[in-house]
DNA sequence: GTCTATAAATCGATAGAC
DNA sequence: GTCTATCGATTTATAGAC
């Protein structure tokens, strides 16, 4: 261990692709030049292509980074919850919820700038998105199958609406906002078992 | 009335409003150049600053024409709907969601690519979009007033939780599947008012 | 791993004729 | 309203020394 005193030091590859998600999530990926890259971490330019392959490598990159860490995530959580579905989509919710307001810039990047990724890239992140969806789809499934959720809408369709809550939270969540990630998560839960009507 | 036979011709600024419109929801606003829009026009990138000032301009008027359209038909249905706030509701999201379908492009763009205005427009734009969050979060105060909605998620949080399922509509909707646009609008209603949970 | 220097292409926008 | 021609700035990326 040669890191200074206490914490690791992160990599020049993670400051890389932080520093990048970062400057991405305020322009967005296309207005965002190399300069400004480099500049933000304090090398030339040129030096930037000594880590990474092309500007749009960085992106894929971030990408990837933010599918695994929500995925692993929301993973972990239901593994750990108690058995009925009912917790588990609960659980789902938290973990992916958590962990994408963690790393608000990695995510913000993925869910608005994904587009700008080309050929076989964009093919590997829109597959990784799409088995995640899937994975969340069954989970659903799971729980009309046990009762916990309504069966009069379909299983699809349930889940395209949850990840409207999940989704559109990154455009206004704020870190120094009045809710901390765990309250979102409880707001976003209620809403998606619940509903708004009174009871 | 010199337009040929039995419908009216857009105006051409309509046409490139629309035709830019398809591109930055295809591609981003960044990405796109002012010689793929004009090429799209079927005109020569010069004639194309005959019509706008600039490319920013052009971003600017679909923003104020997507949320135009959004405020003017969600509120012409609240207006028409019966008195209770939760039919008020119903309505709000109804028509919020049919005209925001109608104009994909245009809400797809004001959404995304919004944050690429700058100066005074991105000032009127965000101003516009805060006064009808606002004016939808009294229809929400109005509906926890009269009993229809919960009253133990402060107001904000619900509309925040409604507009989540509102705007991320824009990234999976498609003319051709599935869900026509008023099927779209029961599912949203369904969802924000009660939830899946099975019941 | 970092630098200076520069290539090669493309961008938004304008000038001015018709 | 539409065109041809072009300007000036900026972009991603590479070459090659240290």
């Given at each position: 261990m040669t890191e200074p005193a206490g914490r690791a030091r992160r990599s020049t590859g993670q400051r890389i692709l932080s520093d990048a998600a970062s400057l991405f999530r305020r322009h967005g990926y296309e207005a965002t030049t190399t300069r400004e890259?480099?500049?933000?971490?304090?090398?030339?330019?040129?030096?930037?292509?000594?880590?990474?392959?092309?500007?749009?490598?960085?992106?894929?990159?971030?990408?990837?980074?933010?599918?695994?860490d929500v995925e692993?995530?929301?993973?972990?959580?239901?593994?750990?919850?108690?058995a009925r579905p009912r917790e588990r989509i609960r659980a789902m919710i938290h973990g992916h919820t958590v962990a994408m307001l963690a790393e608000v810039d990695f995510s913000h990047t993925m869910l608005t700038d994904m587009r700008s990724l080309s050929g076989d890239r964009l093919n590997e992140v829109v597959q990784l998105r799409d088995?995640?969806?899937?994975?969340?789809?069954?989970?659903?499934?799971?729980?009309?199958?046990?009762?916990?959720?309504?069966?009069?809408?379909?299983?699809?369709h349930l889940t395209l609406a949850l990840f409207n809550l999940l989704n559109w939270t990154m455009f206004w969540y704020r870190a120094d906002g009045d809710l901390a990630p765990s309250q979102v998560s409880e707001l976003l839960t209620t809403m998606f078992l619940d509903g708004a009507s009174h009871r």
């Open positions: 890259i480099s500049e933000a971490l304090g090398i030339k330019k040129a030096t930037l292509y000594h880590h990474v392959s092309s500007k749009e490598d960085l992106l894929y990159r971030i990408c990837l980074a933010a599918l695994h692993v995530n929301a993973k972990a959580a239901v593994e750990q919850a108690e088995s995640y969806q899937n994975w969340t789809e069954s989970l659903v499934r799971e729980a009309q199958e046990s009762g916990d959720l309504r069966e009069d809408v379909p299983a699809p």
